[in-house]
């Protein structure tokens, strides 16, 4: 299976928020719309978020030692946790909170034209980054759905950046909606309504992230697709009569395999010894990712 690179859509969700972040701020400042202030807020956090999961990418990388033996692979799903936590609160709590506010507001927007610009502008670049996004999440997924992806995948800065970019998108609609009802209707409710909508929207997203990466960093195997592939692999090999049990878990970027297999038992001690070296070779050879492989014979006898 193809390798979906992480670091490249983090890249992109980085400098798209990062113009689309000052450009928000400017128009908030100039019209005075609250929902475009929860957006500048959003994409503000969204550019922390995004710095975040490039600390954790550095930290995961740091080798083993006698502390922590499997190296520090799961630091990536730390960091992606922080970053679903300040989701949920500096962009959802924030912006339910500016639209609470604004809903006894009765201060007309000035210069909606320019909001609308420039939320055309962050729907276009937020399409980008989440297109960017989705052809690294087809390299990895096959023929499931985005959904079962999301439930299934063991990238959990892939999940962060999809969940960000998706909500990023639907957010911009939103505000860009709410926008226009404003102008049409000259009630400012709107606006606040958008804000509103905005942050439950956020809060929601951040809720269904955190709770993958919670399962990640309690502990989960492989994706079920390549557990599968892992398992034809070892049961197609010539020498191994029957696989008893494979248990992988993933460590970050790293996983670590334990595997009970039966041997042909016309082999002599040596010729299986050989045998299983060559075997865990060519498993490793073909899932680079396999950081600790063991490998234990046995019989049903």
Known sequence: ?????????????????????IAKFAAAFYTGSGAMLAEAVHSAADCSNQGLLLLGFKQAKKPPNKEHPL??????????????????SVGGMFSIYEGMHKLNSDQPLSSPYIAIGVLVFAILA?????????????KVRGDRSLWRWFRESRQSELLVVFGEDLAAQLGLVFALSAI???????NPIYDAIGSIGIGVL????????????KDLLVG????????????????????VVQLY??????LGPDVMVAVKVQMNDELSAR????????????FKQQYPQVAWLFFEPDCNN
């Open 1 to 21: 299976m193809a390798q979906a690179n992480s670091l490249k859509s983090i890249f992109y969700a980085l400098g798209a928020n990062f113009v689309i972040s």
């Open 71 to 88: 190296g520090h692979g799961k630091e990536v799903y730390f960091w992606s946790f922080i970053v679903a936590i300040m989701l949920f």
């Open 126 to 138: 937020e399409g980008a980054s989440l297109w960017g996004c989705i052809l690294e999440i087809n």
């Open 180 to 186: 226009i009802l404003t102008m049409v209707t000259g």
């Open 202 to 213: 956020l809060v929601v997203i951040a809720i269904l992230i955190a709770r993958e990466v």
């Open 220 to 239: 989960q195997g492989v994706d079920p697709l390549i557990e599968q592939q892992m398992r034809q692999s070892l049961t197609e090999h010539p020498h």
């Open 245 to 250: 049990n494979l248990l992988t878990l993933q």
């Open 271 to 282: 010729q299986m010894i050989n045998q299983i070296n060559a075997i865990e070779a060519q």
